[in-house]
């Protein structure tokens, strides 16, 4: 491995610290986790739909922690919304 310092590129190893704390094994992921993916988006486009608001807060569900919080959190308005709404006047929701 190389490592640049300044402009020129100098052929020494990197520490084996910096590689060490770069390059680490993988741990085995445990069962139940959810998997973490996003919308297709490429399934839109061959649809020739645009995704709707409705459909990337749901998909959020499974970005990652910080989406999925968001996710949650429009979940739990809508419910809200929903417990002080008369039926006959709600909106389809997330």
Do not use: W
Request: charged residues 15%.
């Amino acid at each position: 491995m190389t490592a640049t310092i300044g402009n020129p590129v100098v052929n020494e190893p990197a520490p084996s610290v910096s590689h060490d704390a770069v390059f680490k094994s993988s741990a085995p992921v445990p069962e139940g986790v959810p998997i973490v993916e996003g919308p297709e988006f490429n399934d839109y486009d061959r649809r020739n739909k645009d995704i709707t608001a409705a459909e990337l807060v749901t998909s959020m569900t499974n970005m990652g922690f910080q989406s999925a919080a968001v996710a949650e959190a429009a979940r739990i308005i809508n419910n809200m919304v929903c417990a002080n709404t008369p039926h006959h006047l709600q909106k389809p929701h997330f």
